[in-house]
């Protein structure tokens, strides 16, 4: 790891102009390229002390040892170059693009003597007239079939052209007229490139002039009683019109415009491109990146529009480019897009109407394609392993963590404290493992403390199981009755009537305590919360059960423990196995800020690399955990927010105050009513009765709700609500 400073430039050195630079590592390879406005003063920022920079920084400018510039005379130029060196260099820590897949396009080869239509892939060639890219080439295909009969272009192979001209007989395409046959001299060289010129113009959305044409010929072949060809023309204005409906209409304005949109986390970011052409969408394409450098939004859609117009001229760029953000220099990158087109171009966000809207849809399909590349990259079997592997070396384990243990707290202000626990195995969610908590031992904020409290119950849990199923083998140096490292005065820092042990021998567990009070406690019912615990959140079956089938509850222990935070969090979790007796479980914290991994005792994190797929795995189940602890805090924060006077009446459930309202009317009339009334209700007893009565006039009513227009006070309605 290199210093920054023995390679900083001296003061004055760097001219205050601007430039583009590269920093080089050891080796004198380019490891990342940048431009700037004024290279002093952007160089001056990467010389800071390493706790001020960005992670991603400070792991570049540690790894390089060199740092050079080239001044150049203004941004555009900049921009220019820094695109070349990019390209050229191919640095590690610089943004690049990947396409998912090699996406089509309809090409027409005018570099050749006679142009030909067909579908292309992979780098653009000069000479050759592109449009798309497509989703599918069938899609190409239809539309070819149907501009064929307007527009008769050579589509066949350089093979089967020369045999027709040898042979003197044009293929299947020319005699049923998809082809206007240039291999047997039916045309000229001249008009074929015409037709292949007018196919063009089509393509690119001068559409209307040829409509116009098609349909007035048609009207004069009709008044000229010429009705065959009349009929010809008709068709081939139907077959233009449905390949034009193939393309959604977006704008009325025959607009000419590339949207873009970003999707991104913490480690990478999906763009996706829809291309509009004459108010309609022609063609759409997407790229996934691995965010190697820091990076925001703004700097990714100016990586995006170097890599899309770095090498198109012409018409290739629109004349308005629409984006979710703007780049840092955004004069600098227009006058770049200008100067590719040859005209003006307009580089904006779009504020309302048609633009706006379409731009929320192409957010939309990259936030879908980012998700569908996660989805792909968890489920392959190798990217898993590797993940386990990299997680295992930096976190120093002996082997990889087959079972990991996320846990969260979630909490809206203090109120509705609530904590989740997933857990992912090999890799993947074991979602019939999760379990949800609420916190009972103390009432507030407070998430260290709700932390350790959580992990305490988890694992004392984890415990009375194996106590409970006599697991719990006898280990070298433990004295008669010791659990795990615990002194045999306060065995496992349990409460009484949890701790278990094994006398000396194959005997049967027996207990510390008196048999009255070492029986387990009463299990819970699933999802009252009661023990923290709602029991599996899906059908699916797990790989630990008990004989008869039901699962077991916490009986299983992680590899690894994983907590939503930073070093406090991690102390706690730590301090609450220790408490336990528990030593042979790992723990880390994953701190959101700058997704750093922390570890008990440790005053430094360990930096994973952001393409890391270790780290991406960490980041999956970190926000497995929040997002199930924030739905059970949701869920009940929305419970609480809708509890009436009969929800505090203990062993009322839902039928039964749903009866009692339809009974009633409402609860104010409820509240008024008799024990013996309310007997009469189906299903309400006497003990029932008096119990409702007694809470209903224990419960405050609240005030008359008053409308403040017409000073008018509102009664109640069924529900116990005003009206």
Not at 48 to 59: C, E, F, G, I
Not at 430 to 445: A, H, T
Not at 483 to 510: D, F, K, T
Request: aromatic share 6%.
């Amino acid at each position: 790891m290199a210093d920054p400073s023995s390679y900083r430039p001296k003061p004055g050195q760097i001219p205050d102009s601007p430039g583009v630079y590269k920093f080089r590592d050891e080796h004198r390879r380019v490891i990342y390229v940048g431009k700037a406005k004024s290279l002093r003063q952007r160089l001056a920022n990467y010389f800071q002390p390493l706790t001020s920079l960005h992670p991603r920084t400070a792991t570049m400018v540690t790894t390089a040892a060199a740092v050079e510039w080239t001044v150049v005379a203004t941004e555009v130029e900049a921009l220019q170059l820094e695109y070349s060196w990019i390209k050229e260099f191919d640095p590690r820590f610089n943004v690049k693009y990947r396409d998912d897949k090699s996406y089509p396009y309809l090409a027409v080869t005018m570099n050749e003597e006679f142009p030909r239509v067909q579908v292309m892939r992979g780098a653009k060639k000069k000479g050759v007239r592109y449009f798309g890219p497509y989703g599918h080439a069938w899609a190409i295909r239809e539309t070819v079939d149907l501009m064929l009969r307007v527009f008769p272009v050579r589509t066949c192979s350089a093979g089967v052209f020369k045999r027709s001209a040898q042979i003197g007989r044009p293929c299947l395409l020319g005699y049923i007229g998809k082809c206007a046959a240039p291999c047997v001299a039916r045309v000229t060289p001249e008009e074929h490139r015409e037709l292949a010129e007018d196919f063009c113009d089509f393509m690119a959305g001068r559409t209307g002039a040829y409509l116009r044409r098609i349909e007035q010929q048609m009207m004069d072949a009709a008044e000229d009683m010429e009705y065959e060809r009349a009929a010809r023309l008709r068709d081939d204005l139907g077959a233009l019109k449905k390949a034009l409906e193939k393309n959604a209409i977006v704008f009325n304005d025959a607009t000419d415009a590339d949207l873009i949109a970003v999707a991104e986390d913490e480690l990478e970011a999906a763009v996706q491109i829809f291309h509009v052409r004459g108010g309609r969408v022609r063609g759409q394409r997407g790229w996934v990146t691995d965010k190697v450098e820091a990076v925001d939004t703004a700097g990714l859609v100016e990586h995006a529009l170097q890599q899309l117009y770095g090498e198109e001229t012409g018409d290739s760029v629109p004349k308005e480019v629409l984006v979710p953000a703007l780049p840092e220099d955004a004069d600098a990158v227009s006058g770049w897009l200008a100067s590719r087109r040859g005209s003006n171009v307009s580089l904006r966000i779009p504020q309302r109407g048609d633009k706006k809207a379409l731009m929320v849809t192409v957010a939309r399909n990259a936030q879908q394609a980012l998700t569908l590349h996660k989805t792909k990259r968890a489920s392959d079997l190798t990217t898993r392993s590797r993940a386990l592997e990299e997680i295992a070396s930096a976190l120093e384990l002996d082997s990889a963590p087959l079972r990991i243990e996320c846990f969260d707290i979630s909490h809206l202000q203090g109120d509705d404290v609530v904590a989740s626990m997933v857990v992912f195995e090999d890799g993947l969610a074991r979602k019939s493992e999760y379990r949800r908590f609420q916190i009972k031992g103390f009432e507030g904020q407070d998430d260290v403390r709700s932390m350790h409290e959580v992990i305490s119950r988890r694992f004392k849990r984890y415990l009375a199981e194996q106590a409970r199923t006599g697991e719990w083998g006898e280990e070298e140096g433990r004295e008669p009755g010791e659990a795990l490292g615990q002194e045999p005065a306060e065995p496992l820092g349990r409460e009484p009537g949890v701790a278990v042990g094994r006398e000396p021998g194959p005997s049967a567990p027996v207990a510390l305590v008196p048999p009255a009070a070492a029986a387990p406690e009463p299990a819970p019912v699933p999802g009252s919360g009661d023990d923290g615990r709602s029991g599996p959140v899906s059908g699916e079956v797990s790989a630990f059960q008990e004989e008869d089938g039901r699962p077991k509850r916490f009986a299983y222990p992680p590899q690894l423990l994983v907590v939503d935070g930073g070093q406090p969090q991690v102390a706690a979790a730590k301090r609450a196995l220790d408490e336990l007796g528990i030593d042979d479980i790992a723990v880390c914290g994953l701190a959101k800020r700058l997704e750093e991994v922390w570890v008990p005792d440790e005053d430094d994190p360990v930096v994973l690399p952001r393409s890391s797929e270790g780290l991406y795995l960490l980041q999956r189940v970190r926000d497995e955990a929040h997002r199930f602890a924030i739905t059970y805090q949701r869920a009940k924060r929305t419970k609480r927010f809708k509890a009436g006077p009969l929800d505090a009446v203990p062993g009322l459930g839902d039928t039964r105050k749903q009866a009692l309202i339809k009974h009633f009317g409402s609860v104010k009339k409820l509240r008024s009513a008799t024990i013996d009334e309310i007997c009469e209700v189906p299903g309400i007893g006497r003990k029932t009765a008096e119990t409702v009565a007694a809470a209903l006039a224990e419960a405050v009513p609240a005030a008359p709700a008053v409308n403040t227009a017409t000073g008018e006070i509102m009664e109640e309605d069924d529900g116990g609500s005003t009206t």
